[in-house]
């Protein structure tokens, strides 16, 4: 039997993909490096040296090391659009960050993984962002669902904009 998340509404089975991402996932944009580089006309900007000692490192286990969350089948990819990414980030400090740098970086190592087709908004729904302190330990975990309808993604809008009108948004 297949198992997954259960969307009550629709009665449908989605299936999850976990991946974990090691060390304090960094911004792809901060401290980034403009070089001149002879015969062309304008500059090679590169992300921060911080940035690309991370992306080495975990693209170097990518997609091998993404499992299905009940830890049984197989996963064939780029997973099949639409898909719910959620992320836990395991910091290991109470240092200020930012959750839109960290998922860009956390979406485009997917990307460049070919876990992930595309991170555009045809492809890709935020689910849920989350962070925790583990200084032993720090990492992102992200969770990807898919087999999504774009009801599902439609009835999740319908949510936000249930928010806004009630002043939560």
């Given amino acids: 039997s297949r198992r997954g998340v259960w969307d009550r509404e629709r009665s449908e089975v989605t299936d999850v993909v976990k991946i974990?991402?090691?060390?304090?996932t960094p911004s792809k944009?901060?401290?980034k490096r403009?070089?001149?580089?002879?015969?062309?006309?304008?500059?090679?900007v590169l992300p921060s040296e911080g940035y690309a000692r991370w992306h080495k490192r975990n693209i170097a286990h990518?997609?091998?090391?993404a499992t299905p969350a009940n830890g049984k089948g197989r996963i064939s990819f780029p997973l099949p659009s639409i898909v719910r990414i959620s992320v836990k980030f395991y910091r290991d400090s109470l240092r200020k960050w930012d959750y839109s740098n960290a998922l860009e970086s956390v979406q485009d190592?997917?990307?460049?993984?070919?876990?992930?087709?595309?991170?555009n908004v045809k492809e890709l729904c935020i689910g849920f962002l989350t962070h925790a302190i583990d200084r032993e330990n720090?990492?992102?975990?992200?969770?990807l669902e898919y087999g999504l309808t774009s009801g599902v993604v439609d009835d999740l809008?319908?949510?936000?904009?249930a928010l806004g009108q009630l002043g939560l948004d």
């Fill in 20 to 24: 974990v991402l090691f060390g304090n």
């Fill in 29 to 31: 944009k901060n401290s």
């Fill in 34 to 44: 403009v070089f001149s580089v002879k015969g062309r006309s304008y500059p090679v």
């Fill in 62 to 65: 990518l997609p091998e090391s």
């Fill in 109 to 119: 190592i997917l990307v460049d993984a070919r876990i992930l087709a595309d991170d």
């Fill in 138 to 143: 720090p990492r992102a975990e992200v969770f």
């Fill in 157 to 161: 809008m319908n949510g936000v904009r």
